[in-house]
């Protein structure tokens, strides 16, 4: 790599790497792997589980300080309460590792006081990595990324991702689909959230929309497509989406026009009183929230097995649809997650 590297993506380079030739080694012999289900089509093997474990080692040991949340095992790692928060999926693609269908990556991402500053995807069958620090560029290998120019929808290659878990609204999704499907070139769904967002920052795709993503799917992906010159937001178009299990990208043009098309199956409560995104987020839970527990509210928040579940509305026919409010969830000013 040519250019000088931020030090604190530097070392999530070398965590992501360690992972990954764990990864290629287990790909090798896949039928010999672990697999047990989190939930019915939500796989973990031995290999996830390995490869988190050592980039968890690689980032605390040059960061003993900071925090960690990670797919497989939480936060149960790292600092409490430290201003920095590692986000990571070890092996994105899960279900298409098993297969032995070759997309799925490794995904790390270290937010500060709840911005993503330093982020790395890298896709370990193709030896192929996408890096990005705030404000210096998105890059794959030493490339400089930069979104498409495209400014039709009808000419545009659209990613998304298929809804795949129990209790997921595939009506809305279906709805959702069929209305892009229409207006687009079209839409190929290779099943790894985290490269998904790294085609639009490297301009394959035009733009990407999906329901049901956890912030370690996507933390690292949005900052390599901001620093493309790319959106990235909720489906009403606010940049709260971390946490709101629904997002959209694209290139500028692309990522209005999505907008535009998705708006009405928003899961994401709008303010009647004008406030801003992040307002809304801190409003006051339902009742049907109101005995859960912290851990409870913690799993819920960030889509893990046995947590709460949220309603599933059928599509709205304005873009005001009805989410469960989930004020408890979000973090405190000053920390991250």
């Given at each position: 790599?040519?250019?000088?590297?931020?030090?604190?993506?530097?070392?999530?380079?070398?965590?992501?790497?360690?992972?990954?030739?764990?990864?290629?080694?287990?790909?090798?012999?896949?039928?010999?792997?672990?697999?047990?289900?989190?939930?019915?089509?939500?796989?973990?093997?031995?290999?996830?589980?390995?490869?988190?474990?050592?980039?968890?080692?690689?980032?605390?040991?040059?960061?003993?300080?900071?925090?960690?949340?990670?797919?497989?095992?939480?936060?149960?790692?790292?600092?409490?309460?430290?201003?920095?928060?590692?986000?990571?999926?070890?092996?994105?693609?899960?279900?298409?590792?098993?297969?032995?269908?070759?997309?799925?990556?490794?995904?790390?991402?270290?937010?500060?006081?709840?911005?993503?500053?330093?982020?790395?995807?890298?896709?370990?069958?193709?030896?192929?990595?996408?890096?990005?620090?705030?404000?210096?560029?998105?890059?794959?290998?030493?490339?400089?990324?930069?979104?498409?120019?495209?400014?039709?929808?009808?000419?545009?290659?659209?990613?998304?991702?298929?809804?795949?878990?129990?209790?997921?609204?595939?009506?809305?999704?279906?709805?959702?689909?069929?209305?892009?499907?229409?207006?687009?070139?079209?839409?190929?769904?290779?099943?790894?959230?985290?490269?998904?967002?790294?085609?639009?920052?490297?301009?394959?795709?035009?733009?990407?929309?999906?329901?049901?993503?956890?912030?370690?799917?996507?933390?690292?992906?949005?900052?390599?497509?901001?620093?493309?010159?790319?959106?990235?937001?909720?489906?009403?178009?606010?940049?709260?989406?971390?946490?709101?299990?629904?997002?959209?990208?694209?290139?500028?043009?692309?990522?209005?026009?999505?907008?535009?098309?998705?708006?009405?199956?928003?899961?994401?409560?709008?303010?009647?009183?004008?406030?801003?995104?992040?307002a809304t987020a801190a409003a006051t839970r339902t009742e049907a929230e109101a005995d859960v527990t912290p851990e409870q509210a913690l799993s819920a928040s960030l889509g893990l097995a046995n947590a709460v579940s949220e309603p599933a509305p059928a599509a709205p026919k304005k873009p005001t649809a009805v989410r469960i409010r989930k004020a408890d969830l979000k973090p405190k000013d000053d920390a991250p997650f």
């Open positions: 790599m040519s250019q000088a590297l931020h030090p604190m993506l530097n070392i999530a380079i070398k965590a992501a790497r360690t992972a990954g030739a764990l990864i290629n080694r287990a790909s090798m012999d896949v039928d010999l792997l672990r697999i047990s289900s989190k939930a019915p089509n939500d796989f973990v093997t031995e290999v996830d589980q390995a490869a988190e474990r050592a980039i968890i080692e690689v980032l605390l040991a040059a960061y003993p300080g900071h925090g960690i949340l990670a797919e497989e095992s939480g936060s149960e790692h790292g600092a409490k309460d430290s201003d920095y928060v590692w986000i990571i999926d070890p092996l994105d693609g899960t279900t298409n590792f098993i297969h032995g269908f070759p997309v799925y990556a490794v995904s790390i991402a270290l937010a500060y006081k709840g911005q993503v500053q330093q982020a790395v995807v890298y896709d370990p069958s193709r030896n192929d990595l996408f890096y990005a620090s705030k404000g210096r560029g998105a890059f794959l290998n030493d490339k400089r990324l930069r979104v498409s120019k495209r400014i039709r929808m009808s000419e545009s290659l659209i990613g998304t991702g298929f809804p795949f878990r129990k209790g997921d609204n595939f009506k809305r999704y279906v709805q959702m689909f069929e209305a892009v499907m229409q207006n687009c070139a079209g839409l190929r769904r290779p099943g790894a959230a985290a490269l998904d967002l790294c085609y639009v920052a490297a301009g394959y795709y035009d733009g990407f929309f999906e329901t049901g993503l956890s912030p370690w799917d996507i933390a690292a992906g949005s900052l390599l497509i901001t620093e493309a010159g790319g959106l990235i937001g909720n489906f009403t178009g606010e940049s709260d989406y971390l946490y709101q299990r629904e997002v959209v990208a694209g290139n500028p043009k692309i990522y209005g026009q999505l907008v535009q098309t998705l708006a009405p199956y928003t899961r994401v409560i709008k303010a009647e009183t004008g406030s801003t995104a992040s």
